[in-house]
């Protein structure tokens, strides 16, 4: 009988080994932000949105309309995103997808919640 030696395919860190759960994925730094901003921001644009609202005749202005269309845009990116950095992760993925939900839910979040505060501030 010959004895065969199995090691693993891939050897974690500490860090990983203690962080792991069979229930949840561990994740990056990068994408606990990208998943904090994600939501924050979009509760955020949602706020602004109804804040800017409809006027006192019961129309929807054009800036009003912009800045709901941002926070749409905003919480169809950043569900995606979410969902997608946790399968990713459950996968031990890190390619260039992984890095750009985590980018573009961070960009797109915050430079939507710059534009419709400015468009709130300023023009309504």
């Known amino acids: ?18 962080a792991a759960s069979r229930s949840f994925p561990p994740l990056r730094r990068r994408d606990l932000v990208g998943i904090f901003v994600g939501i924050a921001g979009t509760i955020g644009l949602g706020l602004l949105a109804v804040a800017a609202g409809i006027d006192d005749n019961g129309r929807i202005s054009g800036t009003s309309a912009v800045i709901l269309l941002i926070a749409i845009g905003a919480f169809l990116l950043n569900a995606a995103s979410i969902v997608g950095l946790i399968f990713f992760q459950s996968v031990r993925y890190d390619g260039i997808w992984e890095r750009f939900l985590a980018t573009a839910s961070l960009v797109y979040t915050l430079c939507g919640l710059v534009l419709s505060l400015g468009l709130w501030l300023f023009v309504i």
């Open 1 to 18: 009988m010959v004895a065969i030696e199995h090691t693993p395919a891939r050897d974690h860190p500490e860090e990983d080994r203690s």
